[in-house]
């Protein structure tokens, strides 16, 4: 658990962390011994080097742009940090966020503050009227994104540190433990 001092974040460390790499295997998951009721998939990914990851894709899993995962595709997942894993090799994880690797298109996840800066210190938002501030069911967020996990969906930025962007759609995930 990470403590607020005065809206700060001392003890910082970060929330996400992703894997890339391709799909090689989507199968419903079974519960025990109970048979696979549709609504959960476990997916098996190969990263650059060779290594097997397993993901749970559960129905509060946010598919970036909705998009239909099948095998042989080029996927980033994000896991959080502080959830609960078994210890068994290949690793598993539970899926937050899915996003289908497209040129031109970069996705960021992570804990945004009050200035709008992600965890890493790495990329900054300005915000404009303009950008599509979605939840992850699609509607329109009527809050403030400020203080809460952001998916960040964007095109380009500038070479600052941070790095700057105007993003393309940001998806407010509501649920994900936010410190307020």
Known sequence: MDFNFNGRRPFQRNSFVSVQGTIVELVPMRMGNRRADGCMIFATVEDGDGNTVNFIISPSTFVVDYTTLSVGMLCTFWYRTDAAVPLIYPPQYNAVVVAQEMSGRMVDVSYY?????????????????????????????????????????????????????????????CDMGQNM
């Open 113 to 173: 503050n009050t200035s709008l800066v992600n965890e890493e210190q790495t990329l900054q938002l300005n915000l404009d009227g303009r950008v599509d501030l979605r939840t992850t069911n699609n509607q329109y967020f009527q809050g403030n994104p400020v203080n809460h996990n952001l998916v960040v969906i964007y095109e380009t930025s500038t070479r600052s540190m941070p790095a700057q962007t105007t993003p393309r759609k940001v998806v407010v995930l």
